[in-house]
Nanobody
Framework: QVQLVESGGGLVQAGGSLILSCAAS????????MGWFRQAPGKEREFVAA????????YYTDSVKGRFTISRDNAKNTVYLQINSLKPEDTAVYYC?????????????????????????WSQGTQVTVSS
């Protein structure tokens, strides 16, 4: 069992930066790959980024590449999402989630991690609002 608790959301001006943190309880954090998703009002939940168990590989949806950075600290049981150059369209509730790790090539791994159904534990979500 893994419980995920987020922090770091808030109201930010366009162009600003934010760091979201997601702290996991339990001793099995390092057994899971971690992902970030977001859901804007009236839209479906979408994949943002994922990171493998060791942190050695990361995956990003195209709209956030170069602006978002996912990282993890297994000693602290925490995964982070650094968000730079925020845009109004980044406004959403952001969720972190844990998925059983897989071992595959980049393309298949990306397909796996972008699919929310593969994640077994979810945080409560934190609101990020970007003002123009």
């Amino acid at each position: 069992q893994v419980q995920l608790v987020e922090s770091g959301g808030g109201l930010v001006q366009a162009g600003g930066s934010l760091i979201l943190s997601c702290a996991a309880s339990g001793r099995t954090f390092s057994n899971y790959a971690m992902g970030w998703f977001r859901q804007a009002p009236g839209k479906e939940r979408e994949f943002v980024a994922a990171i493998t168990r060791s942190g050695g590989s990361t995956y990003y949806t195209d709209s956030v590449k170069g602006r978002f950075t996912i990282s993890r600290d297994n000693a602290k049981n925490t995964v982070y999402l650094q968000i730079n150059s925020l845009k109004p369209e980044d406004t959403a509730v952001y969720y972190c989630a844990a998925a059983p790790a897989i071992y595959s090539d980049y393309e298949n791994s990306y397909k796996y991690y972008e699919n929310s159904y593969n994640y077994v534990y979810w945080s409560q979500g934190t609101q990020v609002t970007v003002s123009s």
